[in-house]
């Protein structure tokens, strides 16, 4: 499992046990497939039945980061595939990925990247150009 962009040894670092709980899996699932969704942790929880303050235990204790963390970890990795491989705007690219708020996109991509959406997209020029 990719754990949505977290290294596996993250991904087990909290826990004792290889196996993941299939309720985490599944939260891992919905996060990584369904990104650009609104997704707060009561509807994520609700997915897996579970109540939100025990949903979002589980997946700290198995991952090591929240699932708001994890959600975000991986919308900032699409966004700059996307800034990587497709002609459209940053505001374009933001919304695309599940960014409402494009300031906190651009302070969120610029802290994990060292560059702005702009500038990311300058230094990684698409490979069919």
């Known amino acids: 499992m990719d754990c949505m962009g ?12 290889t196996s993941l709980d299939l309720r985490v ?3 891992i699932t919905l996060i ?4 650009d969704q609104p997704w707060t942790i009561k509807v994520l ?12 235990k589980l997946f700290k204790d198995a991952t090591g980061t929240t699932p708001w963390a ?3 970890i991986q919308r900032l ?4 595939k ?9 505001k374009q690219v933001a919304a695309a990925v599940g960014f409402h708020d494009y300031s906190h996109f651009i302070r969120d991509f610029t802290e994990k990247y060292a560059k702005t959406p702009s500038d990311y ?3 990684h020029p698409r490979a069919y150009l």
Do not use: W
């Not at 990584?32 to 990104?35: A, F, G, Q, R, V």
């Open 25 to 27: 899996a599944e939260m």
């Open 77 to 80: 990795a699409a966004a700059a």
């Open 82 to 90: 996307l800034l990587e491989t497709m002609f459209l705007s940053v």
């Open 45 to 56: 929880a609700s997915h897996v039945n579970l109540h939100p303050s025990r949903a979002g």
């Open 6 to 17: 977290i290294e596996k040894t993250a991904c087990f670092s909290h826990g004792q046990s």
């Open 121 to 123: 997209r300058t230094a």
């Open 32 to 35: 990584t497939t369904h990104y």
């Open 70 to 72: 994890a959600l975000k």
